[in-house]
C-alpha cells in the first residue's frame, strides 16, 4: 500500500500542502528506502517530520482561533502514540519476517490515517482559515487593519 498525491489531499494552504507532499515522500521512503538509507533512520525521519507538521498546522489554529483546535490536537496526539507503538513493534521484531509485518503495518496506518485526516479534518480547517480571508478581500479590508487615509 503506498500513498498516491492527487487532487482531493490539496488544501490550498501552501505551507500545509508543502508539508503533507513531504509526508507523503518520507512514507514511500519507509517502504523503499533505497541502498543508503536504513528503515528505521528513515522512520526516526519521518517522526520528526510529523511531529514538526503537528506543530505548524495547530500554531496556525491557534493563531486562526479555530474552534476544532482541541480536538484536532487529540487526533494529531492520537496518531503520534499509534506510531510509536508500531515503531516498538518494528524495535521488537525479531527475524526478517517479524520486521517485514512491522513495515508494512506501519505504513499501511500512516498510509490510512495520513489520507483521511487531510481529506476530512486538515481541509475542514483550510476551508475553515480561509472563510474570513476571502470575507475581508470581498470587502476590501486589508487583513492587517485599514490602510492610511481610511
Ligand atoms: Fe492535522
Ligand atoms: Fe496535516
Given amino acids: 500500500m503506498v500513498l498516491e498525491w492527487d487532487a482531493k489531499l ?3 494552504l501552501d505551507l500545509i500542502d ?4 513531504e509526508l ?4 514511500k521512503l519507509v517502504l523503499d528506502p533505497g541502498t543508503e538509507t536504513r528503515v528505521e533512520d528513515t522512520i526516526k525521519f519521518l517522526e520528526n517530520y510529523v511531529v514538526r507538521h503537528f506543530t505548524d498546522e495547530e500554531s496556525l489554529q491557534v493563531a486562526s482561533q479555530y474552534p476544532g483546535l482541541p480536538e ?10 499509534s506510531f510509536l507503538d508500531l ?3 518494528l524495535a521488537a ?10 513495515i508494512q503495518a506501519l505504513n499501511g496506518a500512516v498510509v490510512n490515517w495520513l489520507g483521511n485526516h487531510i481529506k476530512i479534518h486538515d481541509r475542514h480547517f483550510a ?6 480571508q476571502e470575507w475581508l478581500e470581498a470587502l476590501s479590508i486589508s487583513p ?3 490602510g492610511e487615509g481610511q
Avoid at 508543502?18 to 507532499?21: G, K, L, M
Avoid at 521484531?93 to 512491522?102: G, L, N
Wanted: no cysteine; glycine share 10%; hydrophobic share 25%.
Fill in 10 to 12: 490539496e488544501t490550498g
Fill in 18 to 21: 508543502d508539508q503533507h507532499r
Fill in 24 to 27: 507523503y515522500r518520507l512514507v
Fill in 72 to 81: 484536532h490536537k487529540e487526533i494529531h496526539t492520537g496518531f503520534i502514540k
Fill in 87 to 89: 515503531k516498538a513493534q
Fill in 93 to 102: 521484531a525479531e527475524s526478517d519476517e517479524e520486521r517485514e509485518i512491522a
Fill in 127 to 132: 476551508e475553515w482559515f480561509k472563510g474570513p
Fill in 144 to 146: 492587517e487593519g485599514p
